[in-house]
């Protein structure tokens, strides 16, 4: 049974950082797409950040510069670090993961939530300003 646990969200001012984790457990894809979602009230989740088997990574505009995706594997840990967080990054932040063919790469990681698998619990990123 594959499981997605997340943590590291919080509270913080404008300008702040914050470094969420992602522990998965029971996934052993060929190849995957594994990253993270953002969802604020009453909207759809929207794709921040992206990595996939080779090592490849993809963000969304509003992010690059600021956040940062990368995995420890040998403890199948992804992590999504976050610096000079602005207000609008307030979100419920969602780990997920999806199989992917043997030779796809991150740019055919999918942009709709509905196309993904597995998902975690959320954790929650508050940003004042």
């Known amino acids: 049974q594959v499981q997605l646990v997340e943590s590291g969200g919080g509270s913080v001012q404008s300008g702040g950082s914050l470094r969420l984790s992602c522990a998965a457990s029971?996934?052993?894809?060929?190849?995957?797409?594994m990253g993270w979602f953002l969802q604020r009230p009453g909207k759809a989740r929207e794709r921040v950040a992206m990595f996939s088997m080779d090592g490849r990574t993809a963000y969304v505009d509003s992010v690059k510069g600021r956040f940062t995706i990368s995995q420890y594997s040998a403890r199948n840990t992804l992590y999504l670090q976050m610096n000079n967080l602005k207000p609008e990054d307030t979100a419920m932040y969602y780990c997920t993961a999806v199989d992917l063919p043997i030779d796809y790469t991150v740019t055919h990681c999918p942009m709709s939530g509905r196309l993904y698998n597995y998902w975690g619990q959320g954790t929650q990123v508050t940003v004042s300003s």
């Open positions: 029971g996934y052993h894809p060929n190849n995957y797409c």
